[in-house]
Nanobody, 121 residues
Framework: QLQASGGGSVQAGDSLRLSCAAS????????MGWFRQAPGKEREFVAA???????HYTDSVKGRFTISRDNVKNTVYLQMNSLKPEDTAVYYC?????????????????WGQGTLVTVSS
């Protein structure tokens, strides 16, 4: 089970940290990803952290978002800084196995529920 939390309503320029607590899977052994879905849009890849500590970010969040994990808490985080109104979306965490970090939703086989992030200008 993946339990996402930490969403909220903030102003542009603010920060939020999302958490994804995992049970049944060890976050340090899988690829852990964050996706988001804005109203009326497709779900899109945001960031992922591999079991070998490789990371990958979509271009629009590079330099602003950071993905990390706490192996003791078995939790993955998405630190989001300098938030923009276009970051407004429901954010989902997901997990999969493999060597390369995939960016498509179909490559991830286990999903948590979403947490809403609203950024106002």
């Amino acid at each position: 089970q993946l339990q996402a939390s930490g969403g909220g309503s903030v102003q542009a320029g603010d920060s939020l940290r999302l958490s994804c607590a995992a049970s049944g899977r060890t976050v340090s052994s899988y690829i852990m990803g964050w996706f988001r879905q804005a109203p009326g849009k497709e779900r899109e890849f945001v960031a992922a952290l591999s079991w070998n500590s490789n990371t990958h970010y979509t271009d629009s969040v590079k330099g602003r978002f950071t993905i990390s994990r706490d192996n003791v808490k078995n939790t993955v985080y998405l630190q989001m800084n300098s938030l923009k109104p276009e970051d407004t979306a429901v954010y989902y965490c997901a997990t999969t196995r493999g060597w390369e970090i995939p960016v498509t939703t179909t490559a991830y086989d286990y999903w948590g529920q979403g947490t809403l992030v609203t950024v106002s200008s």
